[in-house]
Each structure stands twice: as structure tokens, then as C-alpha cells.
């Protein structure tokens, strides 16, 4: 049980971040608004070495690494298809895709899901593409630009490694793995940006644009990130890493109560989905 708080806690504070980053996005540029949510995400998971810290080890340090180049990946992709405007197909495809994706890994690793909990990950999946419709119309990705889609693969397929690396890496060294993983990811944006900055492609003076939300939006997705390492560890990756990935509840849920979205039906049925998946996923 103390797994689903973990990761219910996980996907709200992740749904919470990309709600925030996504409105920065339309500001700046999705590598200033990473930029910034990286270096906050850092903040968070540093200081949580503090009380959390353990000896490192080669393999968690390599597992952090890869962590980091999934988060970075994932985030990359899906800022750039929210600030595209294709929120209502990329935010759940990319969703989809890191739950059904870890899902796998943890069954080929060796993950063993009652029947009930093989109908709770179905459900999970299927409340994930409903939950973020905004036009009244099921996801379809025939629906998106190939860019689109290539954004929500790529985004999804981040998630993931984000996902099976964490949970690879084990508790043995404490929150090194997450740490290095944020350091790993905030790297690889600082050299995007600088390229981009030298090539006059991003203008990095659009921070003080952005930093008021995108701040708030690290902050959250490094707790978001150390909840879900700890979840992961107490429970089954492929369960875990399913009921993080509801995160696009969170999100609407917020532009909803905040930018005064319209529930749609069957919006309303993918809420519902969602708490009958994690209600079965917590039975055991």
C-alpha cells in the first residue's frame, strides 16, 4: 500500500509540474523553461541528500545516468508538443506509452500481476487517453502532425527509461541515483541552450519570463521523481510506474479548476477509470 501512495503522490506532483511548465511554454522556449525546471528539480533532490544519502555505487551511478537522459528526453519532447498545442493527443499518447512500456519491463524482469491487477494496468492505460481529451473527441493519433507524433513517442519512450532506471538502480545508495539523474538531465539542457543561445535560436534572457512558474514546476517534479524512486522500490515496477503515469489527471484537473476548462464526458469517464485502476492495482 505504501507503493500506491507513493506513486498516487508521484503523479499528482508530476501532473502539477507539466501544468505549470506547459503555461510557461507559451512564453519562452521550451529549453529555457527545462533549463530552469531542471536546475529547481536539482534543489530538490540535493538537499534531499541530506537525510537520504548512502554510498554509491557504480551500477546505481550508471542507473542515475540513464534516468537522467530518459527524464530529459521525455520532458524535451513533451514541453515541445504541449507549447505545439497538441496537448489533448501528445500529453496522453507519451503517457500511454511510458505505462505500458514499463509495464512490459517490469513483467519481463519479473513482475508477476494477479488478474486483477492485469485489469488494473488495462484500465490505468485506457483512463490515460481518456482522461486528457479537450475537443469532445477520443485521442486519435491520425489526428497528429508527424512531428506531433514523433514528439509523443519520443516523450513516452523517455518516461520509461526514466521509469525501469529507477528502479534498476535500487535503494542501496539512497537518493544518489535520482540526484545524479537530475544532474545528468540539467547538463544535457545547459549544452542544448547553449548551442541553441550561440546560434541565436533561444533567447536565455527569456528566463525572467518563465521563472515564477517554471521554479514551482522543478521543484515539483523533483518530488514528484524522489516519490516515484521510493515507490518503485517498496512495490512492482509495472504497477508503480503505471499509476505515475496518470498523471494527465492532475493536469486537467487544474486547467480545469484554473483555466475554467469545460468536463467533458468523457473526461468524466476517465477520471472514473482511473480510481477503479488504482483501486484494483492497490488490491493484492
Given at each position: ?119 488494473g494496468v488495462l484500465l490505468a492505460c485506457a483512463a490515460i487517453a481518456l482522461v486528457s481529451v479537450q475537443n469532445g473527441e477520443a485521442p486519435s493519433v491520425s489526428s497528429l ?140
Open positions: 500500500m505504501v507503493s500506491i501512495v507513493l506513486a498516487l503522490v508521484s503523479a499528482i506532483t508530476y501532473g502539477t509540474s507539466d501544468f505549470l511548465a506547459g503555461l510557461m511554454t507559451r512564453r519562452a522556449s521550451v529549453f529555457v523553461v527545462t533549463f530552469v525546471g531542471q536546475a529547481s528539480a536539482g534543489i530538490v533532490t540535493w538537499f534531499a541528500l541530506l537525510w537520504a544519502g548512502g554510498p554509491l555505487s557504480s551500477g546505481a551511478a550508471l542507473w542515475g545516468v540513464a534516468a537522467g537522459s530518459g527524464a530529459w528526453l521525455g520532458t524535451i519532447f513533451l514541453y515541445r508538443g504541449l507549447a505545439r498545442g497538441s496537448m489533448s493527443v501528445v500529453g496522453p499518447v507519451s503517457a500511454v506509452i511510458a505505462a505500458a512500456g514499463s509495464a512490459l519491463v517490469g513483467v519481463l524482469l519479473g513482475d508477476r500481476l494477479s488478474g486483477v491487477e492485469s485489469c502532425s508527424t512531428s506531433g507524433l514523433l514528439d509523443a513517442i519520443a516523450a513516452g519512450v523517455g518516461f520509461a527509461a526514466l521509469f525501469v532506471s529507477l528502479n534498476r538502480a535500487g535503494t542501496g545508495s539512497g537518493v544518489w541515483p535520482v540526484a545524479i539523474g537530475q544532474a545528468t538531465g540539467l547538463g544535457l539542457v545547459v549544452a542544448v541552450v547553449a548551442v541553441l543561445g550561440l546560434r541565436r535560436d533561444v533567447d536565455v534572457r527569456t528566463v525572467s519570463r518563465v521563472w515564477t512558474g517554471a521554479v514551482p514546476a522543478g521543484l515539483l517534479g523533483g518530488a514528484a521523481t524522489i516519490a516515484f524512486f521510493y515507490a518503485t522500490q517498496a512495490g512492482l515496477l509495472s504497477v508503480s510506474a503505471v499509476i505515475a503515469s496518470l498523471y494527465p489527471a492532475a493536469t486537467v484537473a487544474l486547467a480545469i479548476a484554473f483555466l475554467h476548462e469545460r468536463v467533458r464526458r468523457i473526461q468524466r469517464v476517465g477520471l472514473g477509470l482511473a480510481a477503479v485502476a488504482v483501486a484494483l492495482l492497490a488490491i493484492r
